[in-house]
């Protein structure tokens, strides 16, 4: 018998034992990894949290250095770098708006299939009572045929089915809520860097001053 056979065998048997309930979980279990193992993909692509380049450019815009800017910029693997270098690259002032409507498309993109994910989570527990609950009235329908030859047996069989829908359910819900909110936390990073970059674009800080000045402290309210 083959790897494929006992897997087949087995996948038969947890069939058999939550019905079409288990089924469905099982495809969606199946189509939360995929959407997951796309994210990670995508993520590593667009260069998600890779700002190293990106953030020596603001320094360097900051500083009015814009060639070494724009020369970290080619360097970054960032998929913010391109929307940048193409603003600093234009021979007139460029357009904020434009920019941060290209940036919100490349971020857009990559919140491609959260809706999916954020579905799965929930309906997956909502699926796992149902099962339950068709389990438990299988169970007691099964006790009422029996009529007074009761086999307690047989109804804690019934019922351990009825409840392994539930745990099915929450197998799937749990580490798709996990993951999706990973996802989330690493997307909202990537527009607070988005904000700041084009914000230190557009506004650079001003230049340091000089070593002699002295920087006079902020008066203070109600001084005597």
Request: aromatic content about 4%; proline content about 4%; overall charge positive.
């Amino acid at each position: 018998m083959t790897v494929i056979d006992v897997l087949r065998d087995r996948l038969n048997a947890i069939l058999d034992l939550g019905g079409p309930v288990v089924a469905i979980l099982l495809c969606l279990s199946v189509v939360s990894l995929a959407v997951v193992l796309y994210k990670l993909w995508q993520y590593a692509s667009a260069g998600v949290g890779r700002h190293r380049s990106l953030r020596q450019a603001m320094a360097e815009l900051d500083a009015g250095r814009t060639d070494a800017a724009a020369g970290y910029l080619r360097k970054s693997r960032s998929h913010l770098a391109p929307v940048l270098l193409r603003a600093l690259n234009a021979g007139t002032a460029p357009d904020k708006t434009r920019i941060e409507a290209e940036a919100s498309a490349r971020l857009n993109r990559l919140e491609r299939c959260f809706r999916i994910l954020d579905s799965i989570a929930q309906i997956s527990p909502l699926l796992g009572l149902f099962g339950t609950v068709l389990g438990m009235i299988d169970a007691f329908q099964a006790l009422q045929d029996a009529g007074s030859a009761v086999d307690p047996s047989t109804l804690a069989g019934g019922i351990w089915v009825a409840l392994m829908t539930t745990a099915a359910g929450l197998a799937v819900s749990m580490p798709t809520s996990l993951l999706l909110t990973f996802l989330e936390s690493r997307l909202a990073r990537e527009r607070s860097i988005a904000e700041i970059a084009i914000e230190t674009l557009f506004a650079p800080l001003p230049k340091a001053r000089d070593k002699g000045d002295v920087l006079q402290p902020f008066p203070q309210a109600n001084a005597r």
